[in-house]
């Protein structure tokens, strides 16, 4: 009977699982002066772990646990009746793609495959750099903006809210959060100085390049 016990229990294990909040891949101060530890502590420990910790609430109740995030979103996408699961999961996603977009020392321009793209596509990299920018601006109220590639073509494209470029089948390389909490203590409503900052001086274009199709 113990062991029938065991068996049972280790196969709800497997079926359940729980989303834990990443890591940030840097220390809170690492990115100043450009971000500050008071922005990250707050972005990464409150608005991303509240984010982690619905997601996991709302997953069980909608027995979605055994799902990952990517997969979460997937199934969600467009569900009227699931548009809770899906903002919580998709939030989960893009804050911890875009902790990775960045690293202390980033910016310049990026090389390879990934400036060859960019130039093929944008027609150089400083025309990359006004586009994504622009995209930024234009993205009315909160929300991302995406480096995206589809096929062997690169694009920009803005999300509202917790939208993401994987539900439109396109695949991610960066993004920059433009929702105020993530400039907001640092830059008040300067949003363009942000996004500026992002592209020369915080952006991990190894990461960027690493998530090429």
């Known amino acids: 009977m113990r062991w029938m016990t065991f068996f049972i229990m280790a196969g709800l294990a497997s079926a359940w699982s729980q989303e834990n909040l990443p890591a940030l891949p840097y220390a809170e101060n690492a990115l100043e002066p450009y971000i500050s530890a008071k922005t990250l502590s ?9 984010y982690v910790d619905k997601y996991n609430e709302l997953a069980a109740k909608a027995g979605m646990s055994s799902l990952t995030l990517e997969q979460a979103m997937r199934k969600t996408a467009g569900v009227a009746d699931q548009a809770g699961l899906f903002n919580n999961a998709a939030q989960s996603w893009n804050h911890d ?3 990775k977009c960045m690293k202390p020392a980033g910016g310049g321009v990026p090389s390879g495959r990934l400036l060859d793209l960019i130039n093929e596509s944008f027609g150089g990299f400083e025309k990359f750099k006004q586009v994504f920018v622009d995209a930024g601006l234009g993205q009315f109220g909160s929300g991302w903006v995406w480096l995206v590639a589809e096929d062997q073509e690169l694009k920009v494209v803005k999300t509202a809210n917790a939208d993401n470029p994987l539900v439109r089948n396109l695949r991610p390389l960066l993004v920059c959060d433009v929702w105020e909490h993530a ?18 001086n915080l952006v991990n274009w190894e ?6 199709p």
């Open 207 to 212: 990461f960027a390049a690493s998530q090429l």
């Open 183 to 200: 400039y907001y203590l640092d830059y008040q409503n300067r949003r363009k100085d942000f996004l500026t900052v992002f592209l020369e």
């Open 42 to 50: 707050f972005h990464h420990g409150k608005h991303h772990k509240a």
């Open 97 to 99: 793609f875009f902790w």
